[in-house]
Antibody
Framework: QMQLVESGGGLVKPGGSLRLSCAAS????????MSWIRRAPGKGLEWVSY????????YYADSVKGRFTISRDNAKNSLDLQMNSLRAEDTALYYC?????????WGQGTLVTVSS | EIVMTQSPATLSVSPGERATLSCRAS??????LAWYQQKPGQAPRLLIY???TRATGIPARFSGSGSGTEFTLTISSLQSEDFAVYYC??????????FGGGTKVETK
C-alpha cells in the first residue's frame, strides 16, 4: 500500500533554510502528481505547492512563492521541498501528499518550527 | 481564493447516533469537494470525493451530498473509531485548493 515518510523538519531561525524530503513507496511514484500541505498551530490546512508527475511543472501558494522550491526524483521515489527565507508564519506540520486536487494519501508529516 | 466554512466547529454525538456535518463554499465548486478524516496523531484520510463518492475502503455509513455551495457529510451510526476531526476541501478552482477549518466529532 501507499507509504509516505517525511523527514528534514526541525528548528530554524527566521531567515534560515530547511529542506524537507519525502520517501514514497507502495505505488508507481512517477504516475502521480505530488503536493505539500501544511497546518500551522491552531490553524487550518493550507496547500503549499504541487509538482506534476514528470516534474516539468510546479505551482506555489502566494505565501511561499519565491521562497520555496518543490522538486522530485522519480528514480529515487522522492519528493523534496527546499524552504528558504523562512518566517515565523511558516511554522507548521508539513505533509507530503499524493495528488494535487483531491488528496489520495497523506504522510504523517514533519514539524518545522521557525523561531529565534 | 474560495473560502470553505464548516459547521459546527464541534459536534457532540453519542455512539450509534447520526452525525451531520456541514460545509459551505464562498462560491460554487460544482461537485469538486472532498471530505477527510483525521484522528489524533494520524495523517488525514480521504473519505469522500466528488461530493458523494466514497473512497476505497470507506464504510457505507459515511455518505456525502450536495453541490454548488452547500455540502453535507453524514455518518449514519457513529462508531467509536469515527470520533475524529473532519475537513472538507474544494478542488474546483485551483490552485489553490482550499480547506475548511474542520469539525471535531466528540463523544456526548
Amino acid at each position: 500500500q501507499m507509504q509516505l515518510v517525511e523527514s528534514g523538519g526541525g528548528l530554524v531561525k527566521p531567515g534560515g533554510s530547511l529542506r524537507l524530503s519525502c520517501a514514497a513507496s507502495g505505488f508507481t511514484f512517477s504516475d502521480y502528481y505530488m503536493s505539500w500541505i501544511r497546518r500551522a498551530p491552531g490553524k487550518g490546512l493550507e496547500w503549499v505547492s504541487y509538482i506534476t508527475n514528470s516534474g516539468s511543472n510546479t505551482y506555489y501558494a502566494d505565501s511561499v512563492k519565491g521562497r520555496f522550491t518543490i522538486s522530485r526524483d522519480n528514480a529515487k521515489n522522492s519528493l523534496d521541498l527546499q524552504m528558504n527565507s523562512l518566517r515565523a508564519e511558516d511554522t507548521a506540520l508539513y505533509y507530503c501528499v499524493v495528488g494535487y486536487r483531491k488528496i489520495d494519501f497523506w504522510g504523517q508529516g514533519t514539524l518545522v518550527t521557525v523561531s529565534s | 481564493e474560495i473560502v470553505m466554512t464548516q459547521s459546527p466547529a464541534t459536534l457532540s454525538v453519542s455512539p450509534g447516533e447520526r452525525a451531520t456535518l456541514s460545509c459551505r463554499a464562498s462560491q460554487s465548486v460544482s461537485s469538486n469537494l472532498a471530505w477527510y478524516q483525521q484522528k489524533p496523531g494520524q495523517a488525514p484520510r480521504l473519505l469522500i470525493y466528488g461530493a458523494s463518492t466514497r473512497a476505497t475502503g470507506i464504510p457505507a455509513r459515511f455518505s456525502g451530498s450536495g453541490s454548488g455551495t452547500e455540502f453535507t457529510l453524514t455518518i449514519s451510526s457513529l462508531q467509536s473509531e469515527d470520533f475524529a476531526v473532519y475537513y472538507c476541501q474544494q478542488y474546483n478552482n485551483w490552485p489553490p485548493v482550499t480547506f475548511g477549518g474542520g469539525t471535531k466529532v466528540e463523544t456526548k
